[in-house]
């Protein structure tokens, strides 16, 4: 949303634009399950290559899950990495 869009919203607006956005992102770490990002910590830990070579990762997610993360998929745990890492790693 840019800063003219901002202007011309009332609170009321605002609020909804920002619940929205809070649900969307939940949905967005909602799909990455609990095995798939694990699988994708596997590979990272294992320091193979490069995180951002989504083809490469793809591979080697092969050897923690079946069929193995999608580019898209990690992707997503690219971007939301630190949410992800929060929720599916917490002690409870």
């Keep these: 949303m ?3 869009k901002l202007k ?3 609170i009321k607006e605002l609020r909804k634009e920002l ?3 809070s649900v969307t ?3 967005t770490l ?3 399950t609990k095995k798939e990002f694990l699988a ?3 590979v990272r830990e294992e320091g193979e290559t490069n995180m951002f070579d989504t083809a490469f990762v793809q591979v080697l997610s092969e050897k923690f899950i079946v069929p193995r ?3 898209g998929k990690i992707l997503v ?3 939301n990495y630190s949410d992800l890492k929060k929720l599916h790693t917490r002690t409870d």
């Design 19 to 21: 619940a929205n956005r």
């Design 69 to 71: 993360l999608s580019q």
């Design 40 to 42: 994708y910590e596997n």
């Design 77 to 79: 745990i690219i971007e």
């Design 2 to 4: 840019d800063e003219n």
């Design 8 to 10: 011309n919203f009332s």
């Design 25 to 27: 992102k939940a949905n």
């Design 30 to 32: 909602r799909s990455v």
